[in-house]
Nanobody
Framework: QVQVVESGGGLVHTGGSLTLSCAAS????????MGWYRQAPGKQRELVAS???????NYADSVKGRFTVSRDNAKNTVGLQMSSLKPEDTAVYYC????????????????????WGQGTQVTVSS
């Protein structure tokens, strides 16, 4: 199984910056795409940014030019640098890692399965 742990988050004023970090660990054959989703109160969870093992990135239109996702494949970590933050960026941010792993409890090989962090609150005050 794979464990995903986030750090960072907090309260920042409009226009400020914040960095989130995330580490994946455990017994996986490979860690594939990693990235971040967020969920604001009363809204659906949405993809913020993702990054492949080759470094290819994908961003939500609402964060392009303001957020930067990066990763360290050797350490299985992913980061999210957020700048020019707006009140509408307020949400719980969830890190994810997609991994290939063997589950001995049911003897299955799971390909590209999502593993989630516990979430970290980001609040941007106006």
């Amino acid at each position: 199984q794979v464990q995903v742990v986030e750090s960072g988050g907090g309260l920042v004023h409009t226009g400020g910056s914040l960095t989130l970090s995330c580490a994946a660990s455990g017994s996986a054959y490979s860690i594939n795409d990693m990235g971040w989703y967020r969920q604001a109160p009363g809204k659906q969870r949405e993809l913020v940014a993702s990054i492949s093992t080759a470094g290819g990135t994908n961003y939500a239109d609402s964060v392009k030019g303001r957020f930067t996702v990066s990763r360290d494949n050797a350490k299985n970590t992913v980061g999210l640098q957020m700048s020019s933050l707006k009140p509408e960026d307020t949400a719980v941010y969830y890190c994810y890692a997609r991994a290939d792993y063997y589950d001995p409890t049911d003897s299955t090989f799971n390909r590209d399965a999502y593993h989630w962090g516990q979430g970290t609150q980001v609040t941007v005050s106006s």
